[in-house]
């Protein structure tokens, strides 16, 4: 077993605790929870775990051969960062960084100092969400033509602190979940090459928007899309792909993000479609990223052991530079190419 650290203990440091305690590789050898109240609930619910409000312990335990960072945005360059130069494997919660100067100074620090960075991605591991790319990957819809999520949610909680609405310590609510939007379509368009161009529209400010368009070009005509509404009830997310020979529809709902029971459906109809004709029903089991952080805990520890991040750094990147392009074109009103690079860099 390897032993990890978790660093925060917020409502998802528990969840990520939880998984690290399932996953069969993990043993969770301390907790570093950086307010008193996330402290001493840690020390309640989990009396067997040494808690520290600091960080350098671990670091400093040589026993401690990797780090899953659930921290607030603003915090996971630098804690990150301070553990891979302490020799750790890291397991990154999503966005990498804040901005893409972060993002290039912890894929070389990685690259330096020997240990493996991967980015917590997770719905990539999802039996729903990964199974697609799986579905594409076979053939089943022909070569992908276009993608799109949309997502209909209630208000971001406000986090310890207020830590959510505060943009110095968020840096958007486009890296704060639409970000994982973005790492799927990237991941299922691979082949289609990077976007050329990404054009956004906001209602409100851009960086915290009540809701959200985005539109991604690819090369050959190819585009994706990514609609996010956080006025919005409970928490729905639908997923069409588009391929020269069939189609994908998948369905994501329940009264909240972090449900252990939610409605999900995968369907796949395989040519053209005619009226009154009925799409394959594609088996899935629990689905939620309650579940996936299990999956993603073990499979990341497994890439450690064999030198290898279960998402790429790289990849992370690539997801947080849709983000800051995204808030640059709502905010300037205008489509952004890819290779402009954003305000935030």
Excluded at 182 to 195: R, T, V
Excluded at 259 to 269: I, K
Aim: proline share 6%.
């Amino acid at each position: 077993m390897m032993r990890v650290a978790l660093v925060g203990y917020g409502a998802w440091g528990r969840h990520h605790a939880r998984a690290l305690e399932a996953a069969p590789s993990a043993d969770l050898a301390a907790i570093v929870a950086g307010g008193e109240a996330s402290a001493a609930a840690a020390r309640e619910e989990r009396p067997h775990t040494p808690v520290w409000r600091d960080i350098a312990p671990v670091m400093a335990d040589a026993s401690i051969e990797a780090v899953v960072i659930a921290a607030p945005n603003a915090d996971h360059a630098p804690l990150a960062l301070a553990a891979l130069l302490a020799g750790k494997h890291v397991l990154l919660e999503k966005p990498m960084a804040l901005t893409l100067r972060d993002c290039d100074a912890l894929v070389e620090a990685a690259r330096d100092s020997g240990r493996v960075l991967t980015i917590g991605h997770e719905l990539r591991v999802s039996t729903q969400w990964g199974r697609v790319k799986a579905l594409i990957e076979e053939g089943a819809i022909g070569a992908p033509l276009h993608a799109g999520f949309s997502l209909f949610r209630f208000p971001y909680r406000s986090g310890s602190g207020g830590w959510r609405y505060d943009p110095g310590r968020v840096g958007s609510w486009i890296l704060e979940e639409p970000v994982h939007h973005f790492d799927l379509l990237l991941w299922y368009g691979a082949d289609w090459g990077p976007p050329v161009a990404l054009r956004a529209v906001a209602a409100g400010d851009p960086a915290m928007p009540g809701a959200l368009a985005v539109t991604l070009r690819f090369a050959g005509g190819r585009f994706a899309t990514v609609n996010t509404v956080v006025g919005g009830f409970e928490h729905h997310v639908a997923l069409h792909v588009m391929g020269e020979s069939g189609a994908i529809r998948s369905l994501w709902s329940a009264a909240m993000d972090r449900s252990f029971a939610p409605a999900a459906s995968l369907r796949l109809f395989r040519g053209r479609a005619q009226p009154g004709e009925r799409a394959e029903d594609i088996p899935i089991t629990e689905s939620g990223e309650v579940y996936e952080l299990v999956t993603q805990a073990e499979r990341a520890i497994q890439g450690f052991r064999a030198g290898r991040p279960l998402v790429p750094p790289e990849a992370g990147r690539a997801a947080v530079h849709c983000c800051l392009l995204a808030e640059r074109s709502a905010r300037e009103e205008r489509e952004i190419l890819w290779n402009e690079g954003s305000d935030a860099d």
